[in-house]
């Protein structure tokens, strides 16, 4: 049930490396045996334009290739904004029963949070990444909405955590995270999981 699930609610710029940092998250609870999962807004907006796009555009909206996600990129924002405008919470609703719906109780990471209505319906802990570039810069925000909230998400934020770019070196990415994991997780908070959120032993 969802009030028994713990959430972590992760914000920064497109490119921050937060889905980075929540599956390095997830990797070191998981190895003190944790349950602990991942969840995106944006996952929840591809699985309903999947089937439309696949159907007349032969793409999936979950695609990798480059240019295939340059030319849908359009088709999902517009389809995340209608359904915000149709309910700032839409999206947020969705997320928020997934979690209530998960069998076995555990820490939820919402791995794209964008909007400060997400955390004020969510609840729960917010933790704001940002990606430095060589000479200090961090990686700009992308688009007016970035460029509104990131900096309202940042002072907002519980935890605060800044990393070099780092060229896709996941090695690195994840000897960063454990530092940034001790400083959010105590010992004492790592026990009580254990015993409040077990990963489930198979049959």
């Not at 996600?69 to 209608?82: E, Q, T």
């Not at 004020?120 to 460029?147: A, C, M, Q, W, Y």
């Not at 900096?151 to 070099?164: A, G, I, N």
């Not at 015993?195 to 198979?202: A, E, L, R, S, Y």
Request: hydrophobic share 35%; aromatic share 14%.
């Amino acid at each position: 049930m969802m009030f028994n699930s713990k959430k972590y609610l992760i914000s920064g710029t497109a490119r921050s490396g937060k889905d980075t940092l929540t599956q390095s998250f997830i990797k070191i609870l998981s190895s003190k045996g944790i349950l602990a999962k991942r969840y995106a807004f944006a996952d929840e907006l591809k699985k309903q334009l999947d089937p439309f796009l696949r159907m007349h555009l032969g793409i999936s909206a979950f695609t990798e290739d480059a240019e295939e996600k340059s030319l849908i990129r359009p088709m999902l924002l517009a389809w995340g904004k209608i359904c915000r405008d149709t309910d700032e919470n839409y999206w947020a609703k969705i997320v928020a029963e997934k979690i209530k719906n998960e069998p076995y109780p555990h820490v939820a990471f919402i791995s794209d949070y964008r909007y400060p209505n997400e955390h004020k319906f969510l609840d729960g802990e917010t933790i704001h990444i940002t990606r430095v570039k060589e000479n200090g810069e961090s990686f700009p925000p992308i688009g007016e909405d970035e460029e509104k909230y990131n900096p309202v998400l940042l002072e907002s934020s519980s935890y605060k955590f800044s990393w070099k770019n780092y060229s896709d070196n996941l090695d690195s990415c994840y000897y960063k995270a454990q530092e940034f994991f001790d400083q959010v997780f105590s010992p004492e908070q790592i026990l009580q999981w254990q015993n409040d959120f077990p990963i489930p032993t198979q049959n």
